[in-house]
């Protein structure tokens, strides 16, 4: 009996590059016999193979060299400030804030100043210069988040990198990322944003010299767009400004290094060749960009000042409806125009933990602490407002938006502030709390030290609408 044909729409090619060769996925089936260009059919799947279809996330690459050509894993040594231990309490000190492995959990506010870079002796690549700040959760659970941020100065060179534990979304501060993807290359600058899903193999180059950063590391599902509700079916971050790579690939036989962070810890394994082998490639399961200019604002323009989920670009939610892993907010140059309005953010205790990153620009009122140190958010800083942890503006900033004029203004202009917020605990790393050199250690005295008692009682208020007799 004679063997049955291929069907006809297994052969095709479609070309994804009018100027390269043919480099689509075969069409009609996923793996053929034979794919064209003799290439190996690989599926990466980002969810369960039976999660509903309008969440399941995967992606076929078709591939020169498939991934399993590689050696069993070994611990990697080069960076030992990557970790998602956030909770065990040290049982042999209960009262301890310490956990064993030196995570620190605390209620205080703690503020940073720029982390720094490395030196000009030394040569950190992406990989090495990730330092993990605070988390919460286990990405064996497939719960929980972690906030890092990376402090870079060469390209990886011959190494790649996946995340086993969870997505990142990686927030430029200094410098031009180059990101080589499994699925083509991303160019990502400094107030733009890229998210690479667990187990995308990716290496990056920094083509402008010395980098900084921060990630923002999700263990549970993926991010997705936040619901718009009665704002209706458009604002916000638009699905038409997120960018996808197109494929690309290179003949590279010579030896690799993958490495992969698996349970908040990193391995290492050669390769045989480059893993950036993958001539077409078709699914959903995909790394993508976001400027953050093409945002669109939603503000007041009556009266009060709008909750900052109004600025949310991104989100990954929890189980528990509307509580979210992470948040990924911004707070964008706009007009502020709200009548009889205190106008900057309130005086505030949140059920959410939130870590705020400054990408360019100011933030807020720059003043002289403990021991003559400057006290304030820089760009390449941050600050941790833990849960239920009191904040709110400093005392000059109150008293000068109390009184101001309520003309309309434009507000952040130049600047570009972000904020993960996360419904989950946070606990401190070692690094965090006392290595990084850079902890503002008098933060909260320094920012709120000399906010005095305000009362009036000869003053009866006003608002900003009247009620009707």
Same mark, same amino acid.
């Given at each position: 009996?004679?063997?049955?044909?291929?069907?006809?729409?297994?052969?095709?090619?479609?070309?994804?590059?009018?100027?390269?060769?043919?480099?689509?996925?075969?069409?009609?089936? /996923?793996? #053929?016999?034979?794919?064209?260009?003799?290439?190996?059919?690989?599926?990466? /799947?980002?969810?369960?193979?039976?999660?509903?279809?309008?969440?399941?996330?995967?992606?076929?690459?078709?591939?020169?060299?498939?991934?399993?050509?590689?050696?069993?894993?070994?611990?990697?040594?080069? *960076?030992?400030?990557?970790?998602?231990?956030?909770? *065990?309490?040290?049982?042999?000190?209960?009262?301890?804030?310490?956990?064993?492995?030196?995570?620190?959990?605390?209620? /205080?506010?703690?503020?940073?100043?720029?982390?720094?870079?490395?030196?000009?002796?030394?040569?950190?690549?992406?990989?090495?210069? %990730?330092?993990?700040?605070?988390?919460?959760?286990?990405?064996?659970?497939?719960?929980?988040?972690?906030?890092?941020?990376?402090?870079? /100065?060469? =390209?990886?060179?011959?190494?790649?990198?996946?995340?086993?534990?969870?997505?990142?979304?990686?927030?430029?501060?200094?410098?031009? %990322?180059?990101?080589?993807? $499994? +699925?083509?290359?991303?160019?990502?600058?400094?107030?733009?944003?890229?998210?690479?899903?667990?187990?995308?193999?990716?290496?990056?180059?920094?083509?402008?010299?010395?980098?900084?950063?921060?990630?923002?590391?999700?263990?549970?599902?993926?991010?997705?767009?936040? @619901?718009?509700?009665?704002?209706?079916? *458009?604002?916000?971050?638009?699905?038409?400004?997120? +960018?996808?790579?197109?494929?690309?690939?290179?003949?590279?036989?010579?030896?690799?290094?993958?490495?992969?962070?698996?349970?908040?810890?990193?391995?290492?394994?050669?390769?045989?060749?480059?893993?950036?082998?993958?001539?077409?490639?078709?699914?959903?399961?995909?790394?993508?960009?976001?400027?953050?200019?093409?945002?669109?604002?939603?503000?007041?323009?009556?009266?009060?000042?709008?909750?900052?989920?109004?600025?949310?670009? +991104?989100?990954?939610? &929890?189980? %528990?409806?509307?509580?979210?892993?992470?948040?990924?907010?911004?707070?964008? #140059?706009?007009?502020?125009?709200?009548?009889?309005?205190?106008?900057?953010?309130?005086?505030?205790?949140?059920?959410?933990?939130?870590?705020?990153?400054?990408?360019?620009?100011?933030?807020?009122?720059?003043?002289?602490?403990?021991?003559?140190?400057?006290? =304030?958010?820089?760009?390449?800083?941050?600050?941790?407002?833990?849960?239920?942890?009191?904040?709110?503006?400093?005392?000059?900033?109150? $008293?000068?938006? &109390?009184?101001?004029? +309520?003309?309309?203004?434009?507000?952040?202009?130049?600047?570009?502030?972000?904020?993960? $917020?996360?419904?989950?605990?946070?606990?401190?790393?070692?690094?965090?709390?006392?290595?990084?050199?850079?902890?503002?250690?008098?933060?909260?005295?320094? $920012?709120?030290? @000399?906010?005095?008692?305000?009362?009036?009682?000869?003053?009866?208020?006003?608002?900003?609408?009247?009620?009707?007799?």
């Amino acid at each position: 009996m004679a063997a049955p044909q291929a069907p006809d729409s297994a052969a095709p090619w479609v070309p994804s590059n009018p100027n390269g060769p043919s480099r689509s996925p075969p069409v009609g089936q /996923n793996s #053929p016999q034979i794919c064209p260009y003799k290439t190996y059919p690989e599926c990466i /799947n980002g969810t369960a193979f039976t999660a509903p279809r309008h969440s399941n996330q995967r992606v076929w690459l078709y591939r020169m060299v498939a991934s399993v050509a590689q050696s069993k894993f070994r611990p990697y040594l080069k *960076n030992k400030y990557v970790t998602s231990e956030f909770h *065990n309490i040290d049982p042999r000190n209960p009262s301890s804030v310490k956990t064993q492995d030196g995570v620190h959990q605390a209620p /205080n506010q703690t503020q940073w100043s720029p982390f720094k870079l490395p030196g000009k002796d030394e040569k950190v690549d992406f990989i090495d210069g %990730l330092k993990t700040l605070i988390g919460a959760g286990h990405p064996s659970l497939r719960h929980g988040i972690a906030t890092h941020v990376y402090l870079a /100065n060469v =390209g990886m060179g011959k190494k790649t990198f996946y995340n086993s534990d969870g997505d990142f979304l990686i927030v430029p501060q200094q410098g031009v %990322l180059d990101i080589i993807t $499994e +699925l083509g290359k991303l160019s990502v600058a400094p107030n733009e944003i890229a998210v690479i899903q667990r187990g995308i193999r990716f290496s990056v180059n920094l083509p402008d010299g010395p980098s900084r950063g921060y990630v923002g590391e999700i263990y549970s599902s993926h991010f997705e767009l936040p @619901d718009l509700g009665p704002i209706g079916a *458009n604002g916000l971050a638009n699905p038409r400004d997120f +960018l996808h790579p197109t494929a690309w690939f290179e003949h590279d036989d010579s030896a690799w290094t993958v490495v992969t962070k698996y349970g908040g810890k990193l391995y290492d394994a050669d390769l045989r060749g480059s893993p950036y082998n993958v001539l077409g490639w078709h699914g959903n399961y995909v790394p993508y960009k976001y400027d953050l200019q093409r945002f669109q604002v939603i503000n007041s323009v009556s009266f009060d000042h709008n909750d900052p989920s109004i600025f949310t670009v +991104l989100t990954c939610q &929890s189980p %528990l409806a509307g509580h979210a892993y992470l948040d990924f907010v911004i707070f964008p #140059p706009r007009w502020s125009v709200a009548s009889w309005t205190f106008r900057p953010p309130f005086f505030h205790r949140n059920g959410m933990s939130e870590f705020l990153g400054l990408i360019k620009g100011d933030f807020g009122d720059y003043k002289q602490g403990h021991e003559g140190q400057e006290i =304030g958010l820089f760009p390449g800083g941050g600050y941790v407002h833990t849960m239920m942890g009191a904040h709110g503006p400093e005392a000059k900033a109150f $008293e000068t938006f &109390s009184k101001i004029p +309520l003309d309309p203004v434009r507000v952040g202009d130049g600047s570009q502030p972000f904020m993960f $917020e996360s419904y989950l605990q946070v606990g401190y790393t070692k690094w965090a709390w006392s290595e990084c050199g850079v902890v503002q250690e008098n933060y909260v005295t320094d $920012e709120w030290g @000399d906010l005095g008692k305000s009362f009036d009682p000869n003053f009866k208020g006003q608002h900003a609408t009247k009620p009707k007799l």
